[in-house]
């Protein structure tokens, strides 16, 4: 997401852009945009805000932070699991299906027990991987993590170790990089992931984010759902105010 389109021309600020989110939500009628996905419109909203509005303020770097909104796919408890290509967020339950894929996450047939979570970056030539506590151990990151070109990272598919995936995680965080096919470049993200005990599925990918410049990225807590309007009516009069409960 960037402060200006492709012609040069200035995008609106985080402060334009609000009035505009809550007239889709007043014309929106109930049977057209239910209290849910308000709700989820407005937290990934925020969290684009929390992202790129000290960018905006500032005109720094951080603009070219991108990310895919909400998401939440559900990855197949199979061998092959999901492919999904971060640029340009196609998704697979094959190779094949999705060109230029950068992350894999699967159930391996063959662990003990089987169906053990495991990552799988791609061919070699992507340079995917990653960000790792030690040796091939997947790390759990959290909201202030940076992820860039001096964290630790591995490309270890079924012999990484996930267990702190495995063991259940909600809303947790998996440092990575990737190369960017639009530019060639390695980039650096995070991938946002629900677990379950024991082995780690069912398995949902909420969103992810990275920074298509190659500097280093650091994790932004996605606002959570627990967002509520006051004066809110049910059928779409705009809400008298916001307000976020921890």
């Keep these: 997401m960037r402060d200006q389109d492709e012609y040069g021309q200035d995008r609106p600020g985080i402060g334009q852009c609000i009035p505009a989110l809550l007239l889709v939500l007043r014309t929106r009628t109930s049977h057209d945009l ?22 905006l303020a500032t005109g720094t770097a951080a603009a070219a932070v991108v990310c895919s909104g909400a998401v939440d796919l559900i990855v197949p408890e199979t061998a092959e699991g999901l492919y999904v290509n971060l640029v ?19 159930a391996a ?23 790792v506590s030690s040796g091939d151990t997947y790390a759990l990151l959290h909201p ?18 996930t267990s702190a995936w495995q063991a259940g995680v909600t809303a947790g965080y998996l440092g990575a990089r990737f190369t960017n096919e639009s530019n060639g470049e390695i980039n650096y993200g995070w991938l946002h992931l629900t677990t379950t005990a024991p082995l780690g599925f069912p398995l949902t990918l909420l969103d992810w984010c990275y ?9 932004v807590a996605t606002v959570d759902d627990e967002i509520f309007f006051d004066g809110y009516d049910g059928v779409g009069t705009r809400p008298a105010s916001i307000r976020l409960e921890p």
């Design 34 to 55: 239910d209290m849910h996905a308000r709700k989820r419109m407005i937290q990934r909203f925020l969290h684009t805000a929390l992202v790129i509005g000290p960018a």
């Design 88 to 106: 340009d967020g196609v998704s697979g339950g094959s190779a094949g299906q999705v060109p230029g894929f950068d992350f894999d996450p699967y």
């Design 211 to 219: 920074d298509d410049s190659g500097a280093t990225i650091t994790i």
């Design 109 to 131: 047939q063959s662990s003990t027990p089987a169906g053990q979570l495991k990552f799988y970056w791609g061919p070699s030539s992507n340079g995917g991987a990653g960000v």
């Design 144 to 161: 202030g993590d940076a992820i860039g070109a001096t964290s630790s990272f591995s490309r270890a598919a079924f012999s990484g170790d």
